[in-house]
């Protein structure tokens, strides 16, 4: 009994972001209380949902999966079938609150037979088959346009079906406070799955299927159960976004929507619980809100996913993490000012790449690359000059002085003091 | 009262597209005892492991464990019927600590197998017996120590551990002393002794000092054939395996 206790007091440790996470989510709609912000938080819900059961498979199973929207678009639709079963019916049959538990069901379902020979094999093959089912679905959503509704896509009304709780879910902050438990409920049993038996033998199969073979487990069925476990949640996040969107559409199921998850979980860090969350989060916000300031939002996106990948795989909760580290065993000591001076150096140098593509964006993508457009507070003209060198200046100074000046000033004051400990 | 035979080879063959690299081996392994096998470099010892284990798929011949046939079972299943094994590269789960391995290796002898609704911590008699284990493999200092930052001797030791974990009643190690100093050796040879009690042992060793210190018999592979098997000292004397193997290298 003496481990339970010691177990206990971890446990009450890391308890704590399972209260303040929830609470800042409650707070959140009443600081803005714009429905354009309350949309977007719900759908940030949604989005932490469907990556947490994207890392199931990429961090804890090391399955790269390209098609994951799949489980999270079929989930969608049937829950969108549902649903409007129920409006049909004037009303009356599953409550709207649990609609996302026929998704969960569709996911589950799906999962099981595509998983069945999905995961025969992990690495290429695995990834290359759920590509192909990808498109397979997806060009059958273009296809059966019965179930999956054309291009048009299916709609929906959530107050038009019954409420559990006698809640009018009309108002989009109704709608938010739903999307908060249900994820909070996903995560919390997500997170559970990780201690379990099936979940350690995820991770070791990981690692070394070969061992795990020889402690007596078969890879395949580890990877198969941990595949439609995640499918199952995937399903239910599908469900809840017909919730908030009332309406869904192909692209539910498309490569984008794919991809999106794989972008986010990896940004976001795979070997975290909260990587996923932090990953999703921002994407989802970058996207409404990037989206609305620049066309060349993708590229931003591309642009971020490639630095984590080439120099930060372990993406941005594992950068904040590891200067955690570094912090607590004293490596700041008397270079907090350098790191402070790395880190504004390299903002700066950012500041100067966007300046540089913005104005490339302006100049080659605009029907008139002298008309002047404003560029950062200040009306600017693609066609001069001035604004190219002075942005092309900013960057260089910036990541230059990072790169060649702090970075190398960092190095020199680690092993400074290294010797010195030693001496 | 016959003594049983946990591992029997029966015209075992095993070749690589063209190569026969095992060309009709018989073996029997009697059950409790440690067999060692020895054999020049590229004998085909390591194929011979992966053939039991089922890693590989046997070309032709017979493999049964306690009577049962095992050979072209998949490796898992293997290891159910009560096998397990090392390998000659270490080969952990890198990632874990040390008595995350040795639960890992626990979870389906203490038949947990697939179960995603109980905490493996919460697992009274996997804990006491993933903590019993690194008390015997000398492992307590390093519990929460990632594998891959042990030293390599301390990775051996902790093979041998998760391999005796998985609750195989046969124990095959290929080279277990490999890469190590006289000292080290010595430890993981008493390690070995201590470890694998009342099982059924096969070892490939090239460490001669090694081999007559544990074996109680040996079979000397040469050219994926047993020329030989017999008592340390059958073996010392049998002038076929002077002539082919020991001659060579001991004077
Ligand atoms: N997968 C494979 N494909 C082709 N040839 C192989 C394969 N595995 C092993 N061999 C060959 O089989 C022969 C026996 O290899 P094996 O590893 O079994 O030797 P060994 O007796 O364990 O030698 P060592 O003492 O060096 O470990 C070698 O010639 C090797 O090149
Ligand atoms: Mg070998």
Known sequence: MATNTAAGGINALKLWPWLIVPFIAIVLPFVFDSGHTINLLSHMGVAIIFALSYNMLLGNTGLLSFGHAVYFGLGAFVAMHLLRAINDAGGTGLPIELLPLAGAAAGLGFGVIFGSFSVRRAGVVFAMITLGLGELVHSSSLMFTDFFGGEAGLFGYRDEAPSLLGVDYAPSRNVYFLVVAWTLIAAILIYLLRKTPLGWMANAVRDNPERAQFVGYNPTIVRYIQFVLSACFAGLAGGLFVITNEIVNDEVVGQLQSGAVLLGTFIGGIGYFIGPVVGASLVTFLESSLSAHTEAWVLYFGLLFISIVMFAPMGLVGIVHTQYLNWKAGGWKGNTGIRLYILVSGLVGIFGLICVIELSYHYFRSWDPGAPFILMGISTNATHLLPWLVSFAITIIGFGLMLLHGNPLLKRHISANSDGGKA | ?251
């Open chain 2, 1 to 251: 009262m016959t003594i049983r035979n946990a591992l029997e080879l029966k015209g075992v063959k095993k070749n690589f597209g063209r190569a026969e690299i095992i060309r009709g081996l018989n073996l029997e392994v009697r059950e409790h005892e440690r067999h060692v096998i020895i054999g020049p470099n590229g004998a085909g010892k390591s194929t011979m492991f992966n053939l039991i284990s089922g890693r590989l798929k046997v070309s032709e011949g017979s493999i049964k464990l306690f009577g049962n046939n095992i050979h072209n079972l998949p490796a898992h299943k293997v290891n159910r019927l009560g096998l397990s094994r090392s390998f000659q590269v270490t080969n952990l789960f890198q990632n874990m600590t040390v008595i995350e391995n040795l639960r890992c290796s626990l979870l389906w002898s203490e038949g947990h197998k697939y179960a995603f609704w109980k905490s493996v911590l919460g697992q009274d008699s996997v804990t006491e017996r993933a903590y019993e284990l690194a008390t015997r493999l000398n492992l307590t200092e390093q519990l929460s120590t990632q594998v891959s930052l042990l030293t390599y001797a301390q990775q051996r030791s902790l093979e041998i551990g998760c391999t005796v974990a998985s609750g195989a009643k046969v124990i095959l190690l290929d080279e277990p002393t490999a890469g190590m100093s006289r000292t080290e050796a010595n430890d993981v040879v008493q390690l070995i002794q201590r470890m694998t009690g009342e099982n059924t042992l096969v070892v490939v060793e090239h460490d001669l000092n090694v081999v007559f210190e544990l074996a109680d018999r040996i079979s000397v592979l040469v050219y994926g054939e047993i020329i030989a098997t017999g008592t340390p000292e059958e073996i010392r004397n049998n002038e076929a395996v002077q002539e082919a193997y020991l001659g060579t290298e001991v004077h």
